[in-house]
Nanobody
Framework: QVQLVESGGGLVQAGGSLRLSCAAS????????KAWFRQAPGKEREFVAH????????YYAGSVKGRFTISRDNAKNMVYLQMNSLKPEDTAVYYC???????????????WGQGTQVTVSS
């Protein structure tokens, strides 16, 4: 069964850093676009960042650009989200997603993880 499993969430003070990881269960995902989304209570799921299958193209939401970095290691079937200078408004459940398409910035990805909670205290 195809799976994406996130880890690395937790509680951090404002200004701190966290690194989220997402493990894919199949090598098929090596050729997929990978992305991170987040969803805060009472809000819609929103795009955070995506990375091309080769890793040479990335795109960020304006709210995280300059603070977050998405990366991937295809040899390990992993994708990461390094989050620096965290703010209370970054608090949300963060989801990893994968899709064979390109440059998708809507929550229409084919495969999703279960999510990991990130809480930023002020």
């Amino acid at each position: 069964q195809v799976q994406l499993v996130e880890s690395g969430g937790g509680l951090v003070q404002a200004g701190g850093s966290l690194r989220l990881s997402c493990a894919a269960s199949e090598r098929t995902f090596r050729s997929y676009t990978k992305a991170w989304f987040r969803q805060a209570p009472g809000k819609e799921r929103e795009f955070v960042a995506h990375i091309s299958w080769s890793g040479d193209s990335t795109y960020y939401a304006g709210s995280v650009k300059g603070r977050f970095t998405i990366s991937r290691d295809n040899a390990k079937n992993m994708v990461y989200l390094q989050m620096n200078s965290l703010k209370p408004e970054d608090t949300a459940v963060y989801y990893c997603a994968a899709d064979p398409g390109r440059n998708i910035r809507t929550a229409t990805y084919a495969f999703w993880g279960q999510g990991t909670q990130v809480t930023v205290s002020s």
